[in-house]
């Protein structure tokens, strides 16, 4: 198996965290999906996917030169990440809630630029960018071929990001008054915020102290 079975679960369950916390990826998807239906929504998904898959190929090119350099580089990584995954936690327990109705107005969008904007939203978000450079490796094993690994986990974040953004999508198209109520967005927001400051936590106590 390229990824140990328990490093594997460890990393769905932080990427589920952050794949359900609200960032600018969802945002685009559900106001494309309010102003222009379900065909540009879809798109704006695989917009989405094809940032990710992109990010993966310069993780995969990269992060294995990082990771075998010194044990103060990965510790560092690891220390990155946990800040990074703390402070996305506190951006979900400090963020307003999400104005879904104010959403729905607009020009509507074609399913293609749906789809491009959405790859260059998550090409150039600093987010995405800390996230494999600081996070995945974490879960990489050093004393194994990195960009096997690097690839297995970056399919594993695609599945659940499109099985996450595509339920967006339905939602934001068929739902758009329950997705707007106040404590939806609260419950989800706060949860998932409590669940990185545990893996914050958990990070640096694996590989720092």
């Known amino acids: ?3 140990d079975l ?3 679960l460890a990393f769905l369950a932080t990427i589920l965290a952050l794949v359900l ?3 600018p990826d969802t945002l685009l998807i559900i106001r494309y999906t309010m102003s222009s239906g379900p065909r540009t929504g879809a798109a704006t998904v695989m917009g989405v996917q094809l940032g990710l898959f992109s990010h993966t190929a310069l993780a995969a090119l990269g992060i294995s030169l990082v990771i075998a350099s010194s044990t103060i580089a990965f510790k560092s990584i690891a220390v990155v990440g946990a800040a990074y ?3 996305l936690g506190i951006q979900g327990f400090r963020s307003g809630l ?4 104010a959403m729905s107005g607009g020009r509507v969008v074609r399913p293609f630029a749906g789809m491009r904007d959405a790859l260059l939203t ?4 600093p987010k995405v960018i800390v996230l494999f450079l600081a996070l995945m490796p974490n879960f990489v094993d050093p004393a194994r071929r990195v ?7 970056g399919v594993a974040l695609f599945v659940v990001n499109v099985v996450w953004q595509m339920g967006i999508m339905l939602v934001a198209d068929r739902a758009r008054v329950w997705l707007g109520r106040p404590a939806v967005q609260r419950a989800v927001s706060w949860s998932t915020s409590a669940v990185l400051f545990v893996f914050a936590a958990g990070l640096l106590i694996d590989h720092v102290f």
Do not use: D, E, K
Request: hydrophobic share 60%; charged share 0%; net charge neutral.
């Open 122 to 125: 998550n090409l150039f978000n």
């Open 147 to 153: 960009w096997p690994q690097l690839v297995t986990l």
């Open 6 to 8: 328990h490093t594997l």
């Open 1 to 3: 198996m390229l990824v």
């Open 98 to 101: 999400i104005n879904v109705s």
């Open 21 to 23: 916390s609200v960032g």
């Open 85 to 87: 995954l703390a402070w």
